[in-house]
């Protein structure tokens, strides 16, 4: 069983940045896609991005370009750097290895416009 840890949630401007980190309490070498998923109020969860060992990454299209995710497997890190901030990014972001079924508490995100 792998735990994961989300930080780096905050309150922030838009058009600021926010960088968050996903610590694994064992490791992820072996787990292939790992991603950052988020839940705003009233709205269901959605997928932000994923990073495969190899990798490989996805994004939602309403972050593409201003979002990005990577990966330390040394560290057992997941990142996501987020720029450019808009309200409408403001959610609980989760991380998570979603095939393996491992899943983070959530971190606040809060962008002011």
């Known amino acids: 069983q792998v735990q994961l840890v989300e930080s780096g949630g905050g309150l922030v401007q838009a058009g600021g940045s926010l960088r968050l980190s996903c610590a694994a309490s064992g490791s992820i070498f072996r787990i292939n896609a790992m991603g950052w998923y988020r839940q705003a109020p009233g709205k269901q969860r959605e997928l932000v991005a994923v990073?495969?060992?190899?990798?490989?990454?996805n994004y939602a299209d309403s972050v593409k370009g201003r979002f990005a995710i990577s990966r330390d497997n040394a560290k057992n890190t997941v990142y996501l750097q987020m720029n450019s901030l808009k309200p409408e990014d403001t959610a609980v972001y989760y991380c998570?290895?979603?095939?393996?079924?491992?899943w983070g508490q959530g971190t606040q995100v809060t962008v002011s416009s």
């Open positions: 998570a290895a979603p095939i393996a079924g491992y």
């Open positions: 990073i495969t060992n190899g990798g490989t990454t």
